[in-house]
C-alpha cells in the first residue's frame, strides 16, 4: 500500500481530554442531560476520527503551535475542535475543545 494514502493517526491532548470530560460532566450533572451529553461526545469523536482520511478538511485559523503547526478549526454543535497536523509523523493532534462564545484565538 502506498504510505502517502495511509491514514493519519489521531491523538487528543490532555487539555483537551480534561476539557471534553469537563463538557460532559456539565452537560450531564449541572444540566441533567446525560443522552445529550453522550450524543455530542459521540458526535466530536466521529468527526475528530474523520480527519485520520482527510486532516485538511477544515479550515486553518492564522494561529500557531510552538512547533509553528497552524491550527485548523472544526464547529461541532455549539463547540469549537482546534487541532493541528504534523505531516511528518502523519499525527492530527486534537488540541481543544470549547464552547463556541468563548475566545480560542488566545
Given amino acids: 500500500m502506498d504510505s502517502k494514502n495511509e491514514p493519519f493517526e489521531v491523538e487528543f491532548t490532555d487539555e483537551c481530554i480534561e476539557e471534553m470530560t469537563e463538557i460532559y460532566e456539565y452537560i450531564s450533572n449541572n444540566l441533567k442531560e446525560d443522552n445529550a451529553a453522550k450524543r455530542l461526545m459521540t458526535e466530536v469523536t466521529n ?23 497552524e491550527y485548523h ?29 468563548r475566545n480560542y484565538l488566545n
Fill in 47 to 69: 468527526k475528530v476520527l474523520d480527519l485520520a482520511n482527510a486532516p485538511e478538511l477544515y479550515m486553518k485559523i492564522g494561529k500557531v503551535d510552538r512547533l509553528k503547526r
Fill in 73 to 101: 478549526r472544526m464547529v461541532v454543535k455549539n463547540y469549537v475542535v482546534l487541532y493541528t497536523i504534523d505531516f511528518e509523523k502523519k499525527t492530527v493532534f486534537i488540541s481543544r475543545i470549547i464552547y463556541v462564545r
